[in-house]
């Protein structure tokens, strides 16, 4: 009995337990199966995706592409990324965006394929579309987002005004305005407090008014000693970055962003707000005064008694000029410095030459006005042109000059000897520690402009550029293009190329710009901070008197010092800005410094 109840316990237990009945060893086996099958198929694709960096540049990932890099890239410096992945791949490289995206696309630092986009096949490789897109929203129609018709329109009559004797010395007055009435002031101000500067953001104010001076026919004030918030150039520079943004990212992507109005997409959209209210207060001046221009002529062919009647009776086009009078006379004290209404006869000598008039004189082809909306669009190309590039160059000379004593040594010397050839002109041999070079002065700094090209060559301006293939074509490298496909020549790349440069491509040494002491300028598909081909840059002239100006006046007198510990880097933009700025300290030139480089001279 003890033993059949000893059975039914131990039976009842077995049934009571909470155990499973079945072990558990298959299924754990089961599971552990599937996870080395799993990890043997993730290994798998890893070394697969990995074997191809040999050949494509990076690992290919699947349906991602090559987007892992590439957001890994976007966390340092993405341009020094760009240029190891093209060194390692002699120049040209595919890069493969996820499955489905807009993000395929050929880059290249080769000049013989640069040459062949810019140049032998122009018209095969416009901006495209997918360029246009992206960066509507900021340039609209305008000269660097425009193809064709459009295109051609604006840069053949902003050539003819380039080209102009009165624009060019508007150019030379309003750029002496700004160095020695308002620049140098700034500059002694902060060695008078022994404060640091933020060299980039002076620049920037200071070829920010100068732009709207030749290009606009307003003055900003955005240069003085107050150092006034101007909110278009804060907004200016963030819808820039927030622009290119877009580059970097699936198209779907940033299109949803931007109709959810979130990141990047919201800052370019409130960014875009501030450029439009400063181009629309522009052009709506700039058509009063046109008014006030128009009314005020007619005086002069009319008898003096006529035009006072209708005054007196407030008719006609003394109506508009009262009403324009009122509405400049409004404006003038919050945007511009309005300078003496044009009333004389002989008002077609004094009249402004800016390129805003000139484009608001055009028709288009319907034969009626260009619209505001065009006329913001030329507004803020110009701007992107004048302010930015130069400013951006400028910031990175000043960087390079101080890591290079020997460099400013040498520009010392060039303009002291350039100094002492005009004082054996007529000035008894006495030397000026406080000059202001001529415009013949200046062309003659061949090894200021050797070392501007340098800065260049090593941080351009824009340091990529993009088209789209228009027909199926062929590199000169053999690299296959299909219709459709997107190119990207990375000019930063380019100044960083063994096989372009030699093995000191990395060095600040202008002297390779140098031929028997003079100035040799580079292919353009070499060095292509300007551009090459039909959209060489127009400004390029201007753009070198225009740095060559400000670094004479700020090296001559002034010592530039980096601030200890400052970092300094590129930002993510369509113009190559330093991330954190340029804080400097700046000393003064002592007597006696200068005297020992006119002895130099001698």
């Given at each position: ?64 592409g090559m987007l892992p890099s590439l957001a890994f890239g976007l966390r340092g410096n993405i341009y020094e990324w760009l240029t190891n992945i093209l060194s390692r791949q002699n120049g040209t490289f595919r ?149 290119v943004c877009r580059f970097v990212m699936p198209t779907f992507v940033w299109k949803l962003m931007k109709w959810l109005n979130l990141g990047t997409e919201k800052m370019l959209k409130e960014s875009i707000k ?321 005297d020992q480089y006119y002895a130099k001279t001698m």
């Amino acid at each position: 009995m003890s033993t059949n109840s000893s059975y039914y316990l131990t039976f009842n237990d077995a049934f009571s337990s909470h155990e499973p009945l079945v072990p558990r060893k298959p299924f754990l086996l089961k599971n552990i199966q599937v996870l080395e099958l799993f990890l043997a198929l993730f290994a798998f694709i890893a070394i697969h995706s990995l074997r191809q960096k040999k050949h494509y540049g990076l690992p290919v990932w699947p349906f991602l592409g090559m987007l892992p890099s590439l957001a890994f890239g976007l966390r340092g410096n993405i341009y020094e990324w760009l240029t190891n992945i093209l060194s390692r791949q002699n120049g040209t490289f595919r890069f493969r965006g996820p499955w489905l995206s807009s993000l395929n696309s050929t880059i290249t630092c080769d000049p013989r394929n640069v040459e062949h986009l810019l140049k032998n096949r122009f018209s095969v490789y416009p901006k495209g579309s997918y360029f246009r897109d992206n960066l509507r929203d900021l340039l609209g129609d305008g000269i660097f987002n425009a193809d064709d018709e459009t295109w051609q329109r604006q840069r053949k009559t902003a050539s003819i005004e380039f080209h102009s004797a009165k624009f060019r010395n508007l150019m030379t007055h309003s750029l002496y305005e700004l160095v020695h009435k308002r620049l140098l002031l700034v500059l002694e101000a902060s060695v008078k407090t022994s404060s640091p500067i933020d060299l980039q953001d002076v620049l920037l104010r200071l070829t920010f008014d100068n732009v709207c001076m030749i290009a606009f026919g307003v003055d900003p004030g955005c240069l003085g000693l107050d150092q006034p918030v101007i909110p278009f150039a804060k907004a200016f520079e963030d819808a820039t970055e927030a622009a290119v943004c877009r580059f970097v990212m699936p198209t779907f992507v940033w299109k949803l962003m931007k109709w959810l109005n979130l990141g990047t997409e919201k800052m370019l959209k409130e960014s875009i707000k501030g450029v439009d209210d400063f181009a629309d207060e522009v052009i709506r001046t700039r058509k009063k005064e046109l008014s006030l221009e128009e009314a005020a002529v007619c005086r002069f062919v009319m008898p003096t008694f006529v035009w006072k009647l209708m005054k007196w009776l407030n008719l006609g086009t003394e109506k508009m000029l009262k009403e324009s009078i009122k509405g400049v006379d409004d404006f003038a004290d919050e945007v511009i410095r309005t300078r003496k209404k044009e009333l004389s006869l002989e008002g077609e000598s004094t009249k402004r030459s800016d390129l805003l008039t000139v484009f608001m004189g055009l028709r288009d082809e319907k034969g009626g006005s260009f619209s505001d909306k065009f006329l913001r669009d030329i507004c803020v190309n110009f701007i992107l042109a004048g302010r930015d590039t130069s400013s951006v160059a400028l910031s990175w000379f000043f960087w390079l000059l101080e890591k290079n004593p020997e460099v400013e040594e040498k520009i010392m010397v060039e303009m002291c000897k350039i100094l002492r050839q005009r004082d054996d002109n007529g000035n008894g041999g006495k030397i000026d520690y406080e000059p202001v070079f001529r415009p013949e002065e200046i062309k003659k700094m061949d090894y200021l402009q050797a070392a501007l090209s340098e800065a260049l060559r090593l941080y351009p301006s824009v340091p990529v550029d993009h088209k789209e293939v228009q027909e199926d074509d062929v590199f000169p490298d053999g690299t296959v293009l299909k219709k459709g496909e997107k190119v990207i020549y990375a000019i930063y790349a380019m100044g960083r190329m063994e096989a372009i440069w030699g093995k000191d491509c990395r060095e600040f040494r202008p002297e390779r710009w140098l031929r028997d002491g003079r100035f040799m300028s580079e292919s353009a598909y070499k060095f292509t901070a300007f551009n090459g081909g039909p959209r060489l840059c127009l400004g390029k002239d201007f753009a070198y008197y225009q740095m060559k100006s400000v670094a004479a006046a700020i090296v001559y007198r002034y010592k530039v010092m980096v601030v200890e510990g400052h970092k300094v880097e590129p930002k993510l933009a369509l113009t190559m800005y330093m991330k954190h700025g340029l804080m400097v300290n700046l000393i003064n030139r002592s007597v006696s410094e200068i005297d020992q480089y006119y002895a130099k001279t001698m």
